[in-house]
Structure formats: structure tokens, C-alpha cells
């Protein structure tokens, strides 16, 4: 099937400093493509894929599970490694699961996460009845634009695969599990008015994380698609604010930019 015009992943090289992306359940690449281009414009390389299954028809969603979209971004991260020296993952609701699982795995190979309104588990009467449901109810609709901010919309399906949803409600299952092995700085930005992922969640990942450098960051003004909405600037200026404090040749050519800027004005360039 064709990708959905808007829905193709974005990859763009840069310097010595990469980012990998991770879009949530049922969206693409698009409700994130604001944060990839604008850590792009500031000379990082940046890869957000687009995760097996999505970005096409829902029934296309149907036949894939946690594994192929964790083996997607696995590769991903792999590839980045190769040809950077530093490497950070952002991810947004099942993008941010994704996203903890990649660092309980890999590690110091990942210098740092940010992670918004990431989910933890599937909530409600409905996640227990997941495992017969999905073999008599295909789809069910879903939660789509999850957004405050009038006239930002998302792209995505409008209804929830079944099968799907049981395997990722399996794969919360086992990201909480390793939630100990994550180490690396991390910051989390939640909405507390979430209309898809329980605030709980974003409290049980930083109860559980054995991470030291932990900064948490309320979205007053946002709902699920954070990214998309009146708090996404923040979502990018503290994302580049972490980079830069933890990569050296990052926060140097900021600080660089900064002088000339300064030099700029003072002479009237």
C-alpha cells in the first residue's frame, strides 16, 4: 500500500550528533516532524522512521506486531551509531515505550531520552478483554488528533486494530518490566490533561527508572499530541537544551552561534 501523503519518514544528516525519533500506536511520522526539522536546522542528523504497519490503512497495522515496530527503531538506532558519535532517542506515547526499551537495552550507546506522554500500559476494562475481543472485533475507533490547539491536526488511522492493540498491551507489559535498566538522563514531559495516556503512567516510568539525571516537565497548556500542539515549542527547546548539555561539540557550536549573534547586533550586522 502507499504511504499516506505527509506520513514518510524524515531523515536528514548532520553532524557528529544524531537523534532517533519514535512516533506513537496508530499516528506517523507527521506528528513529529516539527521536532525532527527543527533539530535538523541546528545541525544534527536526525532519523524518525515510519513503524511497520502505520502510516498507510489500519488493516495494513493489523498484521504486525511489538516486534517488528521495536525491530524497526532497534535498526534504526543501530545505523545512527554507526555514524555518530553521540546518539539520543525522543519518542512520543508508544514511541516513548519504544524509546525506554531502547535504552534498558543499549545502554551507554545512548547518551540520553526524552520521552512525551509516554504510555505504560493500556488502561481499563477493555485491555483485559483484549486477548478474546481481537479474534470476533477487528477494530474499534480510536482517539485520533488528541489535540488542544485549534486547527493542528494529526495524521493517522481512526481505528484501532485489535491485534495490535493486544501486542502492545504485551509489549507495556514487558517495557515495565525493564524500566530498572534504564539509566541514562532522561527527560519526561507529560499533558495532565491526557485523553489517551493516563497521567499514572508518566508517574510509574520515573518510580521505576533507575535513572539519575531525571527532569520532569508539565504540559499545562497540551493533550496527548503534545507535539502538535501550544507546548511543542517547549517540547523542542528543552529537547535541544538536554542535547546540548550533554553532547560538548553541541552545546560548543550553540555557544559559538550565540557570540556571533551577539557580535552581530553590537556591530550592526
Given amino acids: 500500500m502507499p504511504v499516506l501523503p505527509g506520513a514518510e519518514p524524515f531523515r536528514r544528516e548532520g553532524g557528529e550528533v544524531g537523534v532517533l525519533l519514535c512516533h506513537g500506536f496508530t499516528g506517523c511520522p507527521q506528528s513529529l516532524r516539527p521536532w525532527a526539522e527543527y533539530l535538523a536546522e541546528r545541525g544534527l542528523t536526525v532519523t524518525l522512521p515510519l513503524l511497520p504497519g502505520h502510516g498507510t490503512r489500519w488493516e495494513d497495522m493489523q498484521l504486525t506486531g511489538w516486534q517488528d515496530w521495536y525491530a524497526e527503531v532497534d535498526r534504526e538506532l543501530r545505523a545512527l551509531r554507526d555514524r555518530c558519535a553521540q ?51 477487528p477494530s474499534v475507533k480510536g482517539i485520533l488528533s488528541d489535540i488542544a490547539k485549534e486547527g493542528s491536526q494529526e495524521l493517522g488511522y481512526d481505528r484501532v486494530p485489535l491485534h495490535a492493540a493486544h501486542s502492545m498491551r504485551n509489549f507495556c507489559q514487558i517495557v515495565d518490566t525493564e524500566l ?90
Fill in 87 to 137: 546518539v539520543f532517542v525522543f519518542g512520543l506515547s508508544l514511541g516513548a515505550a519504544l524509546t525506554l526499551r531502547l535504552a534498558a537495552k543499549h545502554g551507554d550507546e545512548i547518551s540520553g531520552i526524552v520521552v512525551v506522554n509516554p504510555l505504560n500500559r493500556v488502561h481499563g476494562l477493555s485491555a483485559h478483554a483484549l486477548p478474546v475481543l481481537r479474534h470476533f472485533v
Fill in 180 to 269: 530498572p535498566q534504564v539509566t541514562q538522563p532522561i527527560v519526561l514531559l507529560h499533558s495532565p490533561q491526557d485523553h489517551v495516556v493516563s497521567p499514572a503512567d508518566s508517574a510509574r516510568i520515573l518510580g521505576r527508572v533507575s535513572s539519575t539525571d531525571v527532569t520532569e516537565i508539565l504540559l499545562e497548556q497540551s493533550y496527548h499530541v503534545a507535539t502538535l500542539d501550544h507546548d511543542a515549542d517547549r517540547i523542542f527547546e528543552e529537547s535541544y537544551a538536554f542535547i546540548a548539555r550533554l553532547a560538548p561539540s553541541v552545546g560548543e557550536e550553540s555557544d559559538a552561534g550565540q557570540v556571533g549573534q551577539q557580535e552581530g547586533t553590537a556591530t550592526g550586522g
